[in-house]
Structures are given as structure tokens and as C-alpha cells.
């Protein structure tokens, strides 16, 4: 698992605004993927339905 600085948990303003800028890409992004704190590929919410679609 990564190390996060600062740690996991922090109430750091900045970090906080970070989180809710990752966050609205995770959700509204055309992109498959978007990375996390760490760097880490996340599937966003696109990502995630057309890995689920049966269709594909």
C-alpha cells in the first residue's frame, strides 16, 4: 500500500479541496480511468459501466 503524505485521514484544507477535485473527475470524466492520491489508476464511474456492459 502507498504512503500517503500527509497520512490518510488528514484534515488538511488542501487536501480536503484535492479529494473533492478527484472525486468530481471520478464522476463526471470521459476518461476510463483517473489517478488517485497515490497515483493509483481508479476506475471512474464511465470506466466503471463499460466494464460492466454486456454489450461490450
Known amino acids: 500500500m502507498a504512503e500517503f503524505i500527509p ?3 488528514t484534515a488538511d484544507p488542501q487536501i480536503f479541496m ?3 477535485r478527484r472525486l468530481d ?3 463526471q470524466s470521459t ?3 483517473f489517478p488517485d492520491r497515490a497515483g493509483e489508476q481508479l476506475y471512474t464511474w464511465r470506466g466503471i459501466h463499460q466494464k460492466s ?3 461490450e
Request: hydrophobic share 40%; net charge negative; aromatic share 0%.
Open 7 to 9: 497520512p490518510l485521514g
Open 18 to 20: 484535492d479529494n473533492v
Open 25 to 27: 473527475q471520478l464522476m
Open 31 to 33: 476518461e476510463l480511468t
Open 53 to 55: 456492459d454486456p454489450a
